[in-house]
């Protein structure tokens, strides 16, 4: 598997990074396959530094926030007005009712259209199938809309992506032996936090430490976060190898 490193400024975009949006690649059936975890603000512009628009396999949106999905509706546009012509349905893994949300969100009028270009297929806890190569699974996250995280694995090799969360001891559990561990790191241990929200660079540290991961990637850092806190805290907790990521890093599983 390759890991692109699209958006992953935490909340909203910021002035180096689109919001959440990680592309996953791997070889299947002769070609590679291409699938996004979320599609959050601002991150169409620069995802078109590394694919075609037209090339999505495959999409997973964790929550329906609009940092992980609103760069939806223009992808719409791409998928149903392109000069080249209409290509088929994208299957979009993401909560029940994303179809009429993101509908919503658009603008499109009854009867849905945003299932012309899209095909919706509902994720809920322990929700598991195979897309393209890849084993996916989901797990409920706390936080205050329905969120996911979800773990792909394809030819032995395993991608833990938290999405948003707050502190689960599930997650450990979900993420455990993971290869690379994909965590959001949005708050500081100096700050009074609220719960079932975000996580803090040393709790993304505690999950990893605790199910063994191979590598940790802190994301979703707002642009108001000091980066250098942020890091850490994370070390006050984990000792293996790690990066906070930043906007067109590419990681080899």
């Known amino acids: 598997m390759r ?79 392109h000069p ?8 979009v893994y993401a909560p029940v009712g994303t179809d009429w949300q993101l509908s919503n969100a658009y603008g499109t009028t009854a009867p849905n259209g945003m299932t012309l270009p899209f095909e919706f297929r509902d ?24 969120a996911y995280a979800i773990r792909l694995e394809c030819e032995g090799r395993s991608l833990v992506y938290s999405g948003d969360t707050g502190f689960d001891p599930a997650l450990t559990r979900f993420a455990a032996g993971a290869d690379v561990f994909l965590c959001e790191a949005s708050f500081v241990e100096s700050a009074d936090n609220p719960p079932d929200l975000h996580l803090t660079g040393a709790e993304a540290g505690r999950i990893a430490t605790d199910a063994g991961v ?12 000091d980066r250098d806190e942020v890091e850490a805290d994370l070390r006050t907790t984990y000792t293996g190898d790690y990066s906070l990521v930043r906007a067109g890093d590419v990681v080899q599983l």
């Open 123 to 146: 994720v809920v806890d322990g929700f598991e199938t195979t897309v393209g190569p890849f084993t996916m699974r989901a797990m409920r996250t706390p936080h205050p809309v329905e």
């Open 214 to 225: 191979g590598r940790l990637l802190l994301t979703h850092i707002p642009p108001w976060t």
């Open 3 to 81: 890991l692109t490193i699209v958006g992953c400024s935490g909340s909203f975009p910021g002035p180096d990074s689109a919001a959440s949006c990680y592309l996953v690649e791997a070889p299947f059936e002769g070609r590679t396959f291409r699938m996004l975890l979320d599609l959050g603000s601002g991150a169409l512009g620069p995802l078109q530094d590394f694919i075609d628009l037209r090339d999505i396999d495959a999409i997973s949106l964790s929550h329906l926030h609009p940092d992980h999905c609103f760069d939806m509706s223009g992808l719409y546009v791409v998928r149903k007005y």
């Open 84 to 91: 080249a012509g209409r290509p088929p349905r994208l299957p």
